[in-house]
């Protein structure tokens, strides 16, 4: 299936107008001579060839544009930016997102219940890069509490992980309430209630599984989510992340940079969805290994 | 997940029905109760009334002024808003009351028109897959599956570069990207379907695949399809923003919300309100449709059928 | 629920603590949009890019603020004729310790005019004697006029008493390179710290590509005591909301400040224009993207209505308040050699475009243009491609010609905003009717702006070629004579103006932020690199 992929997104790069070495004074020389060095010169299904064998080996290739760079290197030192970036923004959203979804199920109507329906309904409906200046502005430039961007200290990581986050958060909250709200009159909750359970204790061990299956459901395509809002607020923060390698190698039509970052995405992804129905399985008592 | 039609609601209402001899209500189609519920949500019936709002300002708001959203005279430019130009004017002179509105017109035609192929596109896979079975839904659901694996936009801005910027070319990368969720969910409605009595009646009856498709299946899952649609515009419509945002967006002079957003950040700190407007209409947009599909999604469940 | 609410509290605190914590910056650190693309000084030549090479490589001369001092020549002199120069380098070391030798500029002039695989900045160093023969493999090697007289004295010997060489030796495309080791190093070759040898005011220590250039003090510097800050570092900040606001919290010194951001920024504190010496036209190639638009392009009449429609004063004010309405192409605020601007006495303004828009003349020679053409009307002509780079405010540019256009002709312009790559591929290789082009002074001269306009240079794809032109420019910088020599580069631009399809539009102005109470020592030059600060201390 990923051949097929690659494959695909081969061709299609390929189709791509313009020359990603067309810069305001190349010599004609140069052009020819580049070429060559990558191997361009030759007839499109070699090319495809040569890159299928070099990725069998692991290896992306050389990006057409950041002089001496390779594809690999700019994955090695920039995914675990986006990574540490993505990790701390769906945390942040589980965390906070479960609990507003739950406490408010059992608060119903009341005013912090008002307040997540709507940031819940406030979060799917703003752009990140939009929250990301938002709270750029006020965080750090109004109330000097927070930098800028860069994400060189852990207080350089809260303002992007929150911009990133609030959409997740949002989608789990709104989730995390309805599936609370149902389970919340379930028979085996008034079962565990009259043996005296402690509230905690139902909350915890009867009622949050409940309220967490949805919620593992989500997070595949929240994967998917978290990866392209990198590409925006990775730029309004100034983080030498993936996403923002992504978008400047789509305008510099650095095509080893776009091949090798959408076979790593797609791979990624495909990992994150298995790990994501293992997950399910743990979660869910009724569905079994067999 | 709601399953409308399956098995279980149906013995619940017969169950019901079992109480009472007569009938205590006027029948009601499935679409009339719909209906009539829908209105009695408070919410929903608010984000509709603000979509119609939204909806009646991007078709009549530019004829409101008598500027249009592309000639523009640079003795004005950069205004504030004032009594002549509602929402100011942009860098060329521009009056952007009409801008907005005509790029509201842009983003809503992407949003349905997207969100329209994708859903033909997605219930004719959907369904022939889930229908037929066998090779062609094994064909079918390993291709919705490959492209599922692959990002999204990634692929949306892979064919944008391709094709080049425009209205056209960009209703074709979200519908060539965007029909999977729908194919899924019209295939998982079609299977449990397939069963029903009332289709191996017709089937028996010797009613050809297409009809049995159209006539007995597709308006059954309607329900299901319609909370679908509703959903898959605002992701649509936000796409373009994304696009527009990382510069594969609509052809100058045409213009968009996306587009605007996009202007607007640049000029963040110098001319807020350029980014503030289309934004909010971006923001309400969404924020109107999840409210009117979720209220859809509640009154289109036969479970919550009283 | 209480816990979360107790754990992000803690989170908050925590950050806060780490963020009051942080340290006052002991260094000094610049920011820009986009990233150098190299050290090697033959690769590019943008402002950023030049900055940065700036700060490990050193000239013969050092321009600080307009000033010559000497840099790695400790003195020089000058023939009578102005044709040769002869330097006494000082006793200077790379950080590898081998020392600077003459030898080493030669070879790094040759390496220059010889190599295929880098970016054509060749044309800078024509003035030499036999540069261009070399560089079109007519001479070899030997024959440049570069020689070293002994491992300390360099002489060069020019085709001309060009008045503007002292500028030249102070900027970055003639600065020494290390050819041993860039034979060595290939491509990789000012990539990365250990592939790289400094001679400058400081070091190399770290380059996170995509991130950050972190330089240190080079101890080992000719003029190490005047280097008063241990740590500077070029941050890449792509946003330009992002780079003001991290101006305004003190964590970036200085910064240039994208076009769109200008407007926000005037007020504050630390505000300054720059001449950049920058102008900008609508290019028109002479081909077009069909034989019938091509006809159309070089009618003369079809030219001039297409430039009377544009208003340039308002426009400039409306989107550009920083920069000029221009209607020529040299840029008038550039040095004429005779100790004044070169608009003192060789103004074009209004004379073969006008700064105000005449709809009604510019009706009038569109109409000739369309009888002598065959069309009826404006509108009956085919539909011309404008191609611009991406981003919001190019688009608006674009806007503005295309909508001036259909209103007073009806016209139609389509306009493709293309990726940088692809834009520049349009441009050289392509067909294409109309583009929207720039060109920034390499020094300040004038002969800067008109030699770009030579066919044989490269950078003219309009398709025109002016044989005259071409004579004229070249004869003009033979003569010692300033006078003579600006009155022949003043015919020069006029044939151009009336010849060439190229319609100009403004000369730019820019503007960065650099608070002076805060920092002191920064140079500023109108040639790239704008910004020079490595002799700049933090107060």
Known sequence: MLLALITISFFVIKLIPGNPFASERMQPGAKKAIYAYYGLDKPVYEQYYLYLKNLLRGDLGVSYKIRSVTVNEVIAKSFPYSLDLGLRAIVAAVAAGLGLGIVSAYRRGRALDTFTMILATVGTAVPSFLVGF?????????????PVAQYTSFAHTILPSFALSLGMLATIAKYARASMIEVIYADYVKTADAKGLSKMRIVLHHQLRNALLPIVTLLGPMVAMVLTGTFVVENVFAIPGLGRYYVTSITNLDYTMIMGLTIFFAGFLVVMNLLVDVVYVLVDPRIKLS | MTQPGTELDFTHVGAREGEADSI????????????????????????????????????AGPLAVPYNHEDGDLLIANRGPDSEHWFGTDDLGRDYWARIWVGGRVSMAIGILAALLQGCVGILMGSLSGFLGGKVDLVVMKLVDFLMAFPYLVWVT???????????????????TGWLTMARIVRGQILTLKHEDYVVAAEA??????????????????????????????????????????????????TSWGLLVSMGMKQLYSYPLRLLIPCACISLTMLSLQIVGDGLRDALDPKLRR | MKRTVIALAVVLLIGLASASAAPAPQKIVFADVVEPISL?????????????????????LQNLGGKFVPGLAESYTVSPDGAVYTFKLRDAKWSDGVPVTAQQFVDTYVRMLTREDAMDLAYLIYPIKNALPLKEKKVDASKLGVRAVNARTLEITLEGPYPFMKALFASSPMF???????????????NSPDKLVSCGAYLLKEWKHGDRLVFEKNPAYWNAKAIRTP????????DANTLKNMYETGEIHFCVLPADIIPAMEKKEGFHYYNSGAVTFLCFSNKGTSPDRAKIIQNRNFMNALSRAIDRADFVKALYPSNVPFTGVVNPSINDQMGGKWSDNYSVADKYHKEKANIAEAQAFMKKACQELGYASADKMPVFEMISTEGELNRTVCEYFQNVWKKAFGLQVEIKQLAFAQYWDNFYGAPYDIARSGWGPDYDDPFTYLDMWDSRGGWNKTGWVGESYYKLITEANKQSSMKKRNDMFYQAEAILLQEAP??????????????????????FNIFAPNLDFRFAKLK
């Open chain 1, 134 to 146: 938002f709270i750029q502005y006020l965080f750090a430039v109004k109330l000097r509490w927070l």
């Open chain 2, 24 to 59: 205590k209500r006027p029948s009601l189609g499935y679409f009339q109760d719909a209906r009539r519920r829908f209105k009695a949500n408070g919410a929903a019936m608010a984000g509709l009334a603000v979509l119609a709002l939204l909806a009646a300002l991007s078709l």
């Open chain 2, 158 to 176: 892979l064919l944008m570069l391709v094709t080049g910027a425009g209205l056209v070319p960009m209703i074709l990368a979200l519908t060539l």
């Open chain 3, 40 to 60: 090697d000084p033959h690769i590019g030549n943008d402002n950023t890019t030049t900055t940065a090479i700036m700060m490990v490589n050193d000239g013969l």
């Open chain 3, 176 to 190: 020494p390179i290390r050819v041993d080791l860039a034979e060595k190093y290939g491509k990789d070759y000012g």
């Open chain 3, 231 to 238: 740590n500077v570092e070029i941050l890449y900040i792509s």
């Open chain 2, 205 to 254: 009856m010797g009613a050809s695949a297409a009809r049995v498709i159209l006539k007995h299946m597709i308006p059954n899952t309607m329900g299901v399809i319609i909370v679908n649609l509703t959903f898959a515009i605002p992701a649509a419509i936000f796409s373009e923003a994304f696009l527009s945002f990382i510069g594969i967006g609509m052809r100058a002079p045409m």
């Open chain 3, 502 to 523: 190229i319609i100009p539009v403004m000369a730019r102005r820019g503007a960065y932020m650099l608070n002076e109470k805060k920092i002191e020592g920064v140079y």
